[in-house]
């Protein structure tokens, strides 16, 4: 009997469709890739957070944004590749290895990136160099499959050669100076959307282009505890260094209320969309992808922003850029939630989440953007709270009083 049916670290990749059994659920190798990103999504909250202190506003904000899309655009291309073809074996495993070195090369060259498209400091090299590498890596990745002839089809060798094409470039970036190399790397982060967007470019015109959506709405959904999760860990490190036993108490019940919205925002999240499956048609599919995107994006506005909460009592106006960065990061996050719930297929959630009440959310997300810095924190955090809470808190009540209607007769 050959190793392959021995042992899986000797077995080759395989497209899910030629298995007899494949299931949807996470390797512990992708779980692993997963939680590495927790230090690079730390690092671009505190990066983000850093901008507002250094009134950089709108180019810090840009900047934070470019850098987050290329990162989680990097991660969801590894996340596809991984809910097309299983892959245990020792190789994939050394290429998972050093794809996550990859990521730390990332994260760590972050704090030294400037907002200037003319200065871009001197990290932006090493994010380029790292992140063609990554790309690299996956290139490598879909060549295996290639190479093993396990692909009857183009798609493995077309995403090899994209990939190889794309990670040069990027390297090339890192290369480049100043400026031309900020405009190469953004070309190649928008090349790699084009080649979904463009229906003579597109891979999803191949008819073995079926990704496991069951896999990927589970790393969508472990990705995005990770981004809340480090809300929250930016809450106790940011209170840490302040020094508890320094602050005021009003100061404490205002992090709390942070800690409870972040709890509210994942279970909004879960309750809505969370594992839903994406329309049979490509609009749809893509909606679904890009608007985790921004979902993600606006839960570190978010978790940043409730950082802010330390420097506040009551009666204090809350800080403005952290005030802006909530209430735009809580609109965004509704409206993410609107475009994905629109673009799955109908679920129990549908009933009782509608439309409706995420729109009533992001009205008064917007009402708290336009107001905050003319009332006390108080006033402020409470408007942002009831547009959180009361996007949780009508569904729940209307199921209670639907299902039980239901249940009586």
Not at 96 to 116: G, H, K, R, Y
Not at 183 to 199: C, D, L, N, R, S
Request: aromatic share 14%; with cysteine.
């Amino acid at each position: 009997m050959a190793l392959a049916d021995k042992n899986p670290l000797w077995r080759p990749p395989a497209h899910h469709l030629d298995m007899d059994k494949s299931h949807d659920h996470v390797h512990w190798m992708e779980l692993f890739y997963d939680l590495v990103h927790v230090v690079m999504v730390f690092l671009l909250g505190n990066y983000l957070s850093e901008q507002m202190h250094h009134g950089h506003g709108v180019a810090g904000f840009i900047a934070f944004f470019l850098l987050f899309s290329a990162m989680w655009l990097a991660w969801g291309e590894t996340s596809i590749y991984n809910s097309l073809y299983v892959s245990t074996d020792w190789v994939y495993r050394l290429s998972t290895a050093f794809q996550t070195l990859s990521v730390m090369f990332m994260a760590a060259s972050i704090s030294s990136i400037s907002p200037s498209i003319t200065d871009p400091g001197k990290g932006f090299s090493y994010f380029a160099a790292a992140y063609g590498m990554n790309r690299l890596i996956l290139a490598s990745m879909y060549y295996r499959v290639k190479h093993h002839g396990i692909e009857s089809t183009s798609l493995s060798a077309e995403q090899a050669v994209r990939f190889f094409g794309l990670g040069l470039w990027f390297m090339a970036s890192a290369a480049a100076p100043n400026s031309v190399g900020v405009w190469m790397f953004i070309t190649g982060v928008v090349a790699t959307q084009a080649f979904y967007m463009f229906p003579s470019l597109t891979i999803m015109r191949l008819p073995r282009f079926v990704p496991r959506m069951g896999h990927i709405t589970e790393r969508f959904a472990l990705l995005l505890l990770i981004v809340n999760g480090e809300g929250f860990f930016k809450l106790c490190v940011t209170l840490s260094e302040k020094g508890i036993y320094k602050v005021h108490w009003q100061t404490l019940v205002n992090l709390s209320i942070g800690g409870l919205a972040i709890f509210a925002l994942t279970w909004v999240y879960f309750d809505f969309v969370a594992n839903g499956t994406p329309k049979q048609d490509r609009k749809s599919g893509y909606t679904v992808w890009l608007a985790h995107l921004t979902l993600m994006a606006s839960a570190i506005m978010m978790g940043v922003s409730m950082a802010g909460e330390v420097y506040v009592g009551f009666f204090e106006p809350f800080p403005t850029g952290y005030g802006i960065l909530g209430c735009t990061g809580l609109a965004i996050y509704f409206l993410s939630i609107y475009a994905i719930q629109k673009s799955i297929e109908p679920t129990a959630a549908h009933r009782f989440a509608t439309p409706k009440i995420l729109l009533t959310g992001v009205v008064l997300a917007l009402i708290c953007l336009v107001s905050f810095p003319y009332f006390p924190a108080i006033v402020g955090n409470a408007v942002w709270a009831s547009g959180l809470f009361v996007v949780l808190m009508i569904p729940i009540r209307r199921a209670y009083k639907t299902l039980s209607v239901e249940e009586a007769d």
